[in-house]
């Protein structure tokens, strides 16, 4: 049988950590493409003759040219520019948004059939303009933001405890901005809600620390943003496409009328496989929940009507 093939786009800090993650993982052979001449050939050489080191027998490739990105099942944009300290996701708007319509254009024609997850910033905005650029069913185009902040959460969950990170399940719905929603309800050890755990006050301030997670990271590098975890974040959900597996994740999805979103993408329980999102799963929230859902759905609406005047 022959092997996948995923396309990461971008070979940054997120997009060649994400490759790393894939092949070493052997879910697929890699094709790493960006702008800059030789340097995905470089990157893709120096983590193929890992294998021999790690032990997978994946294949990585380097390249300029979307030709060599033809009939990949999954394709990663990670291309556009990072935060520097004291920007907001949103500053990165006009120029992410035309390197990611770029992108499209090019590389959805070679792989037609490809299921497309988006990681440029703002998140929520360039993965609504990868689908409304792509022409392709919505359900294969979702973006990455809510296993990342989810991941975030669980983290400081478990460090306010001092438990098995591998008990705690945490979950973060809405756009990946600073209105994201964390779900105390919903997050637990092993299924014992974090509000039995966790006094009310703390919770509140390991919220906030999550809703300042990529924040907090970029304040300590000072030249970039976070990549490892977004690595682990975008390899998990490229697993359950590539599997068929049905993970349910929160990721940003095409909602039509789901969590009273119509007509554009927020962070939402989705179930992963084969054509994307399979199934837009719908939860009770308390209404402060809902409320704040509602809240951070409108910042991501707000942000696409910015896009249309630029
Ligand atoms: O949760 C999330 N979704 C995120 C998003 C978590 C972390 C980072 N997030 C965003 O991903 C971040 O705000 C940026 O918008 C992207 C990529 O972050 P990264 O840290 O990887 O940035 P780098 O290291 O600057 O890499 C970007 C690469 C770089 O090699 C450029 O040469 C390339 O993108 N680039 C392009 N490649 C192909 N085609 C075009 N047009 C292009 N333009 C730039």
Same mark, same amino acid.
């Given at each position: 049988m022959s092997r996948k093939k995923v396309t *990461?786009? @971008?070979?940054?800090?997120v997009g060649a950590t994400t490759a790393?993650?894939?092949v070493e993982k052997q879910l697929a052979d890699v094709v790493?493409?960006?702008? *800059?001449? @030789?340097?995905?050939?470089?990157k893709a050489l120096d983590m193929m003759q890992s294998a021999a080191v790690?032990?997978?027998?994946t294949e990585i490739t380097g390249t300029n040219n979307y030709a060599d990105t033809a009939g990949s099942d999954v394709i990663v944009i990670t291309a556009g520019i990072a935060r520097k300290p004291g920007m907001s996701r949103d500053d990165l708007l006009t120029t992410n948004a035309s390197i990611v319509g770029g992108i499209i254009e090019q590389i959805v024609p070679?792989?037609?059939?490809?299921v497309v997850i988006v990681v440029t910033n703002p998140l929520d905005v360039m993965t609504y303009l990868a689908w409304k650029k792509s022409g392709i069913d919505p359900k294969r185009v979702i973006g990455m933001a809510?296993?990342?902040d989810s991941a975030r959460y669980a983290c400081f969950i478990a460090q306010e405890l001092n438990c098995s990170i591998k008990d705690v399940r945490a979950m973060v719905l809405g756009g990946h901005g600073d209105s994201m929603v964390p779900v105390p309800d919903y997050s637990t050890v092993n299924g014992v809600p974090i509000t039995q755990l966790i006094s009310a006050e703390r919770i509140e301030a390991i919220n906030t620390r999550t809703r300042n997670g990529g924040a907090e990271?970029?304040?300590l590098l000072k030249t970039g943003s976070a990549y490892y975890a977004p690595a682990s974040s975008v390899t998990a959900m490229v697993e359950a496409v590539l599997l068929n597996s049905?993970?349910?994740l929160p990721v940003c999805a095409y909602l039509t009328g789901e969590y009273g979103v119509d007509d554009f993408y927020c962070g939402v329980p989705a179930a992963l496989g084969t054509t994307g999102v399979q199934k837009i799963i719908e939860i009770k929230l308390n209404d402060e929940d809902k409320q704040a859902l509602q809240r951070s759905a409108s910042d991501v609406l707000a942000l696409i009507n910015k896009l249309s005047l630029v």
């Open positions: *990461v786009v @971008g070979a940054g800090f790393q993650r894939i790493l493409i960006d702008v *800059v001449e @030789g340097m995905p050939q470089g790690e032990g997978f027998d070679h792989s037609p059939n490809a809510g296993v990342l990271i970029v304040a049905n993970r349910i």
